[in-house]
C-alpha cells in the first residue's frame, strides 16, 4: 500500500500558514516543485530506500515528504526556524507507521551528531561499504559553505555523522560554487583542494532559479560528496588549510612569494625555501598550477616544521606585534586554543568601544547600553571607549565591539558577552542551573516582543525623527546620509516580519498593536519588581541589564509621539528600577542634561535633519539638469564625422 503523505504547500500556502515573507535578504529559498525533487533524491535513491539519514534545513518538509516517499525508514528533520515546526510535525502524523521522523530544532551549524544513535545494522565501518545512511543540505547558499567545511573537518576526523562510516552528502549550492569545487588540475582553488581531498564529487543536475520561492538571483546546483577510503590530505585539517590558504592567497604568482608569508620576517626566505625544497618542487611554480599531490607533500613538510619550532603554527603575518622567537619557546602544550592564534593584550584590559553617551544615558544606542549594564553588573574588567565613527572604521569595525588585542576584535553583543563570561566576569552565575534557565528564557520573550516594540517606536514612528537625526551627528559626511537609514532598514525588516506589516498596512493599525504590546509587557514587569529590587530577587541578572537597557531611553529621551512612555512613566516599581540602577552603576560617570541644554540639542538635530534634506534635492537638481542637457546629445562620432 503507498503511503499517502500531507500534500506539498503550494507558495500561497506558504505564504498564509508561516508568514514567509517574499524579501530575497531573508535568504530562504525552497524547492516545492515535486519533480524537481524527485530528480535530486533519484541519485541517492539506492541509500534512501531503506535507510536512515538527515535533512538539513528541512523548512515547510518538501524535501523530507520526499526522502519519506523514496522509503526511508528514520529521517532526522533539522530546522531552526519556529515556524515551521507545526508542518514537520503534521508530517510525522502522516507516516507515523511507516517512517519514523525525529524534528530537531537547531542551528544546523550547532546541531550534535553525536547524540544520534542508528541501527547497528546500518553502521560500516571506515574500510568497508557504504552504509545505508545519507545526509541532505539546503541552507541560504552563504550558510551552506560554512556547512560544508564543517564536514570536512568531520570527515577526517571521522566523527560527527562519519561516526557510522563513509555516509554521502547532498548539497545544494550556488552555480558558480559548484563549478569552483568541481574545477580540475590547472584550475583549482582553495575550496577544490579541500573538497576533492576528502570526497569523490558529482555534480549531476543544475537547479535553475525559477524553481525556487522565493526566486534567488542566482542558479543553484546539487553535488554529491562521497567521502574517499584513503584521503588525499595526510595532516591535521587546520595545518593542510593555513597553508592552502596562504598558496591562494596569490594564486597566479610564484609559490616562494606566497609561502613567505607561512614564517616570520628575517627567517621566512630561507624557511620557504626549505619547506619547497623538502616537498620536492621547484620555487618559480605558481599556486594555480598545484595538483592534489602537491599539497599534500608541502603540509606535510609544514607539519613537521611546526612540530620542531613550536609556536611557528600560531604565527600570524596579519598581527601588528613584532614576532620573536622566545615568546614562544615553552614547555607543555604544543598548539595554543584556536581562540589563541592572535597575540592576547595580558597586561591590559579589553577596551569596550561604544556609541557616546547623551540625554544623561551612559550611552545613547540601545546595544551598547545593554554591553555597558552587564558588563558593569557583572563587575568585569574592562576599559570604556566612548566614540564617533571614523570612516576607516566604519570599513572595519562597526559599534559596539570589543578590541581584545592588538589585531583582534569582538563584534556580535553574544559573542562580548561570552567573551566576559569566559573571563569569569559573568552576572548570572551566582544563581541555581534552573533559574539561569529561566533568566534566558526571559530575555528571548522580551527580545522578541518589548524590544521590536521600542525599536519602532524610537526608529520608525516619523514624530521621534530625532533619534535617526542623533545618528547623523555623530558619523562624518558622506555616511551620515547612508549608515543611519541602513540601520533603519534593518530595524523596519525586524518589526514587519515580527508585527506582521508592510508599506501598504496604515500605520495607526500598527502603532495601536505595538502600543497594546508595551502596554502588556510593562504591566507584567511592573507587577513582577512589586516583590523585589531586580527581576530574579535582590541581585541583578543579565535579564535586568536587558530590560534596563530597552527602558532607560524612554526614562531620559524627549520623545514627541509618548503615547508609550506615558505608559512606561505610569509603571512606579519600573521607573523605580531604571533609577535604582542608574544610580547603583553609573551614578559616577553619569552626566545629566538640563532642559535648556535638551531644547539645544533638538534644535541641532533638528538643523542636520534640514542640512541633509537639503543636500540630496541639490543633488537630484544637479542630476536632473545633468539628464535632461545630456540624453539627446549627439554621440562623438556624430559631431566629428567629415
Not at 13 to 36: A, D, P, V
Not at 415 to 443: G, H, M, T, W
Request: charged residues 20%.
Amino acid at each position: 500500500m503507498k503511503l499517502r503523505l500531507p500534500p506539498i504547500p503550494t507558495p500561497h500556502e506558504i505564504l498564509q500558514l508561516y508568514g514567509i515573507s517574499t524579501n530575497k535578504s531573508l535568504s530562504r529559498h525552497f524547492i516545492l516543485n515535486e519533480t524537481i525533487l524527485t530528480k535530486l533524491i533519484n541519485p541517492l535513491n539506492a541509500l534512501v530506500n531503506g535507510g536512515c539519514g538527515w535533512d538539513i534545513g528541512a523548512g515547510p518538509g518538501a524535501t523530507t515528504a520526499a526522502l519519506i516517499g523514496h522509503g526511508a525508514r528514520h529521517v532526522i528533520a533539522v530546522e531552526e526556524e519556529l515556524r515551521f515546526i507545526p508542518f514537520l510535525k503534521r508530517l510525522r502524523s502522516a507516516s507515523s507507521g511507516r517512517c519514523k521522523l525525529t524534528i530537531a530544532k537547531s542551528d544546523a551549524l550547532q546541531y550534535e551528531f553525536e547524540r544520534v544513535s542508528f541501527s547497528p545494522n546500518l553502521i560500516k565501518s571506515w574500510s568497508d561499504e557504504q552504509p545505508k545512511i545519507f545526509l541532505c543540505a539546503h541552507l541560504p547558499f552563504r550558510k551552506s559553505i560554512r556547512l560544508l567545511i564543517n564536514m570536512l573537518k568531520f570527515c577526517q576526523q571521522q566523527s560527527g555523522p562519519f561516526q557510522f562510516g563513509r555516509i554521502t552528502l547532498g548539497f545544494i549550492l550556488q552555480k558558480e560554487v559548484c563549478e569552483r569545487i568541481c574545477a580540475s588540475e590547472g584550475h583549482h582553488n582553495r575550496l577544490s583542494v579541500q573538497t576533492q581531498a576528502f570526497f569523490d564529487v558529482d555534480y549531476p543536475i543544475l537547479v535553475e532559479n525559477k524553481n525556487f520561492f522565493p526566486q534567488p538571483k542566482p542558479h543553484a546546483g546539487y553535488l554529491i560528496l562521497t567521502p574517499r577510503v584513503e584521503p588525499l590530505l595526510h595532516v591535521p585539517y587546520k595545518f593542510s588549510e593555513k597553508l592552502i590558504k596562504h598558496v591562494f592567497h596569490l594564486r597566479n604568482k610564484q609559490i616562494s612569494n606566497s609561502l613567505k608569508s607561512l614564517f616570520p620576517p628575517k627567517q621566512d626566505v630561507e624557511l620557504t625555501k626549505e619547506l619547497i625544497t623538502a616537498a620536492g618542487l621547484y620555487e618559480s611554480l605558481p599556486g594555480s598550477s598545484l595538483t592534489i599531490a602537491n599539497f599534500n607533500s608541502l603540509s606535510n613538510v609544514y607539519f613537521e616544521m611546526c612540530s620542531k619550532l613550536p609556536g611557528l603554527f600560531e604565527f600570524d603575518v596579519r598581527s601588528k606585534r613584532r614576532f620573536k622567537w622566545k615568546d614562544f619557546q615553552f614547555e607543555g602544550e604544543l598548539y595554543l586554543k584556536e581562540s589563541d592564534y592572535t597575540f592576547s593584550m595580558s597586561s591590559d584590559s579589553p577596551i569596550l568601544c561604544t556609541w557616546p553617551s547623551d540625554f544623561g544615558l551612559m550611552s545613547f544606542d540601545i546595544e551598547s547600553l545593554y554591553l555597558l549594564t552587564y558588563a558593569k553588573i557583572s563587575e568585569a574588567k574592562f576599559k570604556m571607549k566612548r566614540k564617533n565613527h571614523s570612516r576607516l572604521n566604519l570599513m572595519r569595525h562597526s559599534l559596539p565591539h570589543l578590541k581584545i588585542a592588538d589585531s583582534k576584535f569582538v563584534h556580535s553583543t553574544e559573542e562580548i558577552v561570552q567573551y566576559f563570561k569566559n573571563l569569569n566576569s559573568d552576572c548570572d552565575s551566582n544563581f541555581p542551573e534552573s533559574k539561569r534557565a529561566d533568566i534566558d528564557a526571559f530575555k528571548r520573550l522580551f527580545m522578541e516582543t518589548l524590544l521590536p516594540a521600542i525599536e519602532y517606536h524610537l526608529w520608525l514612528d516619523p514624530k521621534n525623527s530625532f533619534v535617526v537625526n542623533w545618528y547623523r551627528t555623530q558619523l562624518p559626511m558622506p555616511l551620515n546620509l547612508t549608515i543611519p537609514s541602513q540601520i533603519r532598514l534593518r530595524k523596519k525588516l525586524l518589526c514587519s516580519t515580527i508585527f506582521k506589516f508592510d508599506e501598504q498596512t496604515n500605520s495607526d493599525v500598527v502603532k495601536k498593536k505595538i502600543s497594546r504590546e508595551c502596554n502588556v509587557a510593562f504591566n507584567l514587569l511592573n507587577n513582577r519588581l512589586s516583590e523585589s529590587s531586580y527581576l530574579f530577587g535582590e541581585m541583578p541578572s543579565s535579564a535586568d541589564a536587558f530590560i534596563y537597557a530597552i527602558l532607560a531611553p524612554l526614562n531620559n529621551l524627549p520623545l514627541d509621539s509618548s503615547n508609550i512612555q506615558n505608559f512606561f512613566k505610569a509603571c512606579p516599581n519600573l521607573t523605580a528600577f531604571v533609577r535604582r540602577i542608574s544610580v547603583k552603576y553609573f551614578s559616577s560617570e553619569n552626566v545629566k542634561v538640563s532642559d535648556t541644554q535638551l531644547l539645544d540639542k533638538l534644535e541641532l538635530l533638528k538643523q542636520a535633519s534640514t542640512v541633509a534634506f537639503g543636500f540630496s534635492l541639490v543633488g537630484i537638481y544637479v542630476f536632473g539638469i545633468y539628464y535632461l542637457r545630456h540624453r539627446n546629445a549627439p554621440s562623438p562620432g556624430v559631431i566629428f564625422s567629415g
